[in-house]
């Protein structure tokens, strides 16, 4: 049987590939599984300083697999999918403690777009495209959606988005500021891959605190940032990253960062 998932640990990184190409790599319930095994690997790997996240195939991720939904005898209940694996696959992106690079391939829909969004960094293919397929089924964006799209694009174009399930191009995605950037499609993985690469070599228990603080940000009053900020601070300022990265500045050498913790 194909696997739904592919893992590749690299030096320092991994990439995690969606693989369910013939259904643009919609989520079933082996899938998310698989996905959120790679995803506490990932975390529990000290080697690990960056995770990539991709597509098999030409799409990114169709959201759900809807040949599963039509299945049962009764309505589902889709409060218990999100429960069970939506909602902790949105939290144990947005919480992993290294940078995860998304770079979408195709079509991102539905629950796929919105996995894309909870990334860190979104790079896409410019053929690519991000469609809130929700309410052409008559659904509510999950996954998220209805908290970053607002707070990335504005309320007035989330709400279009949603409303009209229109696919916003992947450059309009770039301008609007939902994503980090586009690259022409054949250039994409090679540019997702350097990028993971490089990060591998950073500071990473520095990314992970800033990290902290950009997540705890959108709830957050300023006051209440600027404490935050105070506290993880003091934290990336006992790590032998920090040290070593002013030792490096003052004797004019490239930092050798390890990412080993405080
Ligand atoms: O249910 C719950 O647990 C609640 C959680 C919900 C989360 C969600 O994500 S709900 C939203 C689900 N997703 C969608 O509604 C998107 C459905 N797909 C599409 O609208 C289109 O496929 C796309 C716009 C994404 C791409 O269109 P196009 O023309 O490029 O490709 P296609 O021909 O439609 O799809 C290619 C194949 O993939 C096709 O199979 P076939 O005909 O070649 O055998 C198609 O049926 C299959 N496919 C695409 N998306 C899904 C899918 N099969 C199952 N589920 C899908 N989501």
Same mark, same amino acid.
């Given at each position: 049987m194909t696997e739904t998932l592919l893992v590749d640990r690299r030096p320092g990184w991994t990439i995690i590939t969606l693989n369910r190409p013939d259904r643009l790599n919609s989520f079933n319930e082996d899938l998310h599984r698989a996905l959120a095994a790679a995803l506490d690997e990932a975390a529990a790997d000290e080697t690990c300083r960056a995770v990539l996240l991709t597509g098999a195939g030409r799409g990114f991720c169709a959201g759900q697999d809807l040949s599963d939904r039509v299945k049962s005898d009764g309505p589902p209940d889709l409060g218990h999918t999100l429960e069970t694996f939506y909602n902790p696959l949105v939290r144990r992106i947005r919480a992993l403690r290294k940078p995860v690079i998304c770079a979408v391939n195709g079509v991102a829909a539905g629950a796929g777009a919105n996995i894309a969004l909870a990334c860190d960094i979104v790079l896409a293919a410019r053929s690519a495209r991000f469609i809130q397929a929700f309410?052409?089924?008559?659904?509510?964006?999950?996954?998220?959606?209805?908290?970053?799209?607002?707070?990335?694009?504005?309320?007035?174009?989330?709400?279009?988005?949603?409303? /009209? %399930?229109?696919?916003?191009? $992947?450059?309009? !995605?770039? &301008?609007?500021?939902?994503?980090?950037?586009?690259? *022409?499609? +054949?250039?994409?993985?090679?540019?997702?891959?350097?990028?993971?690469?490089?990060?591998?070599?950073?500071?990473?228990?520095? /990314? %992970?605190?800033?990290?902290? $603080?950009?997540? !705890?940000? &959108?709830?957050?009053?300023?006051?209440?940032?600027? *404490?935050? +900020?105070?506290?993880?601070?003091?934290?990336?300022?006992?790590?032998?990253?920090?040290?070593?990265?002013?030792?490096?500045?003052?004797?004019?050498?490239?930092? $050798?960062?390890?990412?080993?913790?405080?």
């Open positions: 309410s052409k089924i008559g659904l509510v964006p999950d996954s998220g959606g209805t908290f970053f799209l607002p707070r990335l694009i504005g309320d007035a174009r989330a709400r279009a988005l949603v409303m /009209l %399930a229109e696919p916003l191009s $992947a450059e309009q !995605a770039a &301008a609007w500021g939902l994503i980090w950037k586009v690259v *022409d499609d +054949e250039a994409l993985m090679a540019e997702a891959e350097a990028l993971a690469a490089h990060l591998a070599t950073q500071p990473t228990q520095g /990314l %992970a605190l800033a990290k902290e $603080a950009l997540n !705890a940000s &959108a709830a957050n009053d300023l006051d209440t940032q600027l *404490d935050l +900020e105070r506290d993880l601070q003091r934290r990336a300022g006992r790590t032998p990253d920090y040290a070593e990265g002013v030792r490096a500045f003052m004797e004019k050498r490239p930092a $050798a960062f390890t990412g080993k913790p405080e």
